[in-house]
């Protein structure tokens, strides 16, 4: 079995990224699946950090004999599909958080899931989806022992602080997608495809706020959590994942009520252009009624008809006609019809 992915952005053939020991906030030797309990019951000061990526289910049984997990947690983690939620089963947390990113050449938005187990001396990731969403996290907590040493409860604010802060520039791409309708909106010719672009820009955030909004319970719940699994010093910390889950809601809400101003708009835009183009139709209908109405009369053939055999007939009812249309043509351009 591996101990490390060589390749952060490969998915292991195995489901194993990286398992690790920590003491003292540093790393001191990487472990094999079925040496972690050994490794806990022979050095007390330390604790186990286990990152899975897809893994099967024997992984996952596997992991699951080592720390007594309970079976729903374990069927959760297996099946993912889950909302960001926070749960405890005996001794550990059970934690689900969704990452997001943008993916593929039309940037359409990725989502994943995270799994976390939180035990007394032991951490399990379990993720679901891209793996590009996690490349650094580790490197950037072993960067830090003097926090690392914190334990577990402070794996978990580094996975929830490092989740959250992805979807920062996501929720930045958006707000730029947003200006950009905006000016489709009111400077360019307004067409179906700018409606459909509000729509699938709407239809990403609500994607966005489902992800983001669960995560104010779960941080609210993991500050004043009163467990031994989180320290009283690592509490402290999630009260700056909570601000920042705020901020994305808020972010997130302040976007869909100016996509809907902006849908509102464009409709009425489109609106007020097919009045425009049912007002030219009309103007011209009218115009084109007079020579129509007064060919129409002298094309009746009755024998007896006024002018009907006047010389000068012919040409006055065409200098009428035109008359009348010239008449009605200027009528409605002053009117601004036409």
């Known amino acids: ?28 030797s990487s472990l094999r699946l079925d040496e972690l309990a050994v490794y806990l ?27 007594h997990l309970h079976d729903l947690a374990i069927e959760d983690a297996y099946r993912a599909h889950q909302r960001p939620k926070l749960e405890q089963y005996e001794h550990t947390l059970f934690a689900v958080l969704r990452t997001v990113q943008f993916a ?7 989502f994943g899931e995270t799994h976390v187990f939180i035990g007394d001396r032991f951490v399990v990731s379990v993720r679901h989806g891209s793996l590009r969403s996690h490349v650094g996290l580790r490197a950037r ?24 802060d992805q979807y920062f520039p996501v929720i930045d791409s958006m707000s730029e997608r947003l200006g950009d309708l905006e000016e489709a909106i009111f400077e360019q010719q307004v067409t179906r495809n700018t409606t459909g672009a509000i729509y699938h820009l709407k239809r990403d955030l609500l994607a966005v706020r489902r992800a983001v909004s669960p995560l104010i319970d779960v941080c609210n719940r993991l500050v004043r959590f009163d467990s031994p699994l989180l320290p009283e010093d690592t509490r402290v910390y999630f009260r700056d994942v909570y601000d920042h889950v705020v901020r994305l809601n808020e972010m997130v809400d302040t976007q869909r009520e100016l996509l809907t101003t902006a849908l509102e708009a464009n409709l009425s835009l489109i609106s007020i252009a097919q009045n425009e183009h049912m007002k030219r139709l009309a103007a ?19 024998s007896h008809m006024p002018e009907l055999r006047w010389a000068y007939g012919y040409p006055l009812s065409l200098g009428l006609m035109v008359i009348a249309c010239l008449g009605l043509f200027f009528g409605f351009r002053r009117a601004g019809w036409l």
């Not at 060589?6 to 920590?22: K, Q, S």
């Not at 593929?104 to 990725?110: F, R, S, T, Y």
């Not at 907590?141 to 926090?147: A, K, M, Q, V």
């Not at 209908?285 to 002298?298: D, E, L, Q, R, S």
């Open 1 to 28: 079995m591996n101990l490390t992915n060589p390749d952060p952005g490969l998915p292991p053939t195995d489901g194993v990224i990286d398992c690790a020991a920590y003491e003292a906030g540093r790393r001191v």
């Open 41 to 67: 019951a022979s050095h007390p000061d330390g604790f186990v950090w286990a990152g899975l990526y897809e893994p099967s289910d024997d992984v996952l049984r596997a992991v699951q004999r080592q720390f």
């Open 104 to 110: 593929g050449q039309d940037e359409h938005l990725d």
């Open 141 to 164: 907590s072993e960067s830090t022992p003097h926090l690392l040493a914190k334990g577990p409860g402070y794996v978990l604010y580094a996975l929830m602080d490092f989740i959250v």
């Open 284 to 302: 011209w209908a009218a115009i084109i009624a007079i020579p129509t109405m007064v060919a129409g009369i002298y094309g009746m053939n009755f």
